[in-house]
């Protein structure tokens, strides 16, 4: 069952900050937010995850509100080769991590 | 640091026949997910194995599907008797610890593409 809504599509201009929006309203206490994407064809790729505070690394950034029902992670300079579907994911349920529809950035040059 | 390497990246069976893909997780870890892509659908979980030990099989199909992560070599995700709706990709991942609500990561390699003509 989806934990977190996402919107479908989004596009972003080249050498802009993308900021990708993910819902996660019924996440518990001890469950982590995980960001992954997938360029057409390949395999999932890891992109960050966090607890409670923002993480940074060297692709992107992660802001996790106070709450933590919801987050958003920041593609600082998007690329063209960061044009892919973007999954974020909440928990990892018993041993799964559950991959909904996620958002289809475009990023537009 | 190599990753997780699948193979192969492509194959081509016919109906009833035998599917085996092979995943060798990234050095050090021993846990291993696989993970099925239908054409224009998510990602979704099939089996999680530590090594020797099958952990989680709740998102096998019931028939014609196992897998094995033996104490040597790859784990092996077997098909039999291949059907036209097992055509997909087949993702498997890893990690050195489980993932189980831990803050653990899980890696995935580049995918294994079947088809059942």
């Known amino acids: 069952d989806a934990k977190t809504t996402q919107p479908t599509s989004m596009d972003c201009a080249e050498g802009r900050a993308a900021n990708l929006p993910c819902n996660h309203s019924t996440i518990s206490g001890n469950e982590y937010v995980y960001w992954y994407r997938q360029i057409h064809s390949q395999g999932p790729q890891y992109i960050i995850h966090g607890l409670k505070n923002n993480e940074t690394n060297e692709m992107a950034s992660l802001i996790i509100t106070e709450d933590r029902k919801s987050s958003t992670l920041i593609l600082p300079h998007a690329t063209l080769r960061d044009t892919a579907v973007y999954y974020c994911?909440?928990?990892?349920?018993?041993?799964?991590?559950?991959f909904g529809t996620g958002t289809s950035l475009t990023v537009i040059p | 640091n190599a990753g997780v390497m699948q193979n192969p990246r492509h194959l081509v069976r016919r109906r009833g026949q035998e599917a085996r893909l092979r995943c060798s997780p990234m050095k050090g870890h021993s846990h291993v997910y696989w993970y099925r892509q239908l054409p224009e659908e998510g990602l979704k979980f099939m089996v999680y194995?530590?090594?020797?030990?099958?952990?989680?099989e709740s998102g096998m199909p019931k028939e014609r599907f196992s897998a094995e992560f033996p104490k040597e070599g790859p784990s092996i995700l077997r098909i039999q008797q291949v059907v036209r709706g097992d055509s997909a990709a087949y993702f498997c991942?890893?990690?050195?610890?489980?993932?189980?609500?831990?803050?653990?990561?899980?890696?995935f390699g580049e995918g294994s593409w079947l088809t059942v003509v």
């Open positions: 991942a890893s990690s050195p610890k489980a993932a189980a609500n831990s803050g653990n990561t899980i890696y």
């Open positions: 994911i909440v928990g990892n349920t018993g041993n799964q991590f559950y």
């Open positions: 194995l530590q090594k020797e030990n099958i952990i989680d």
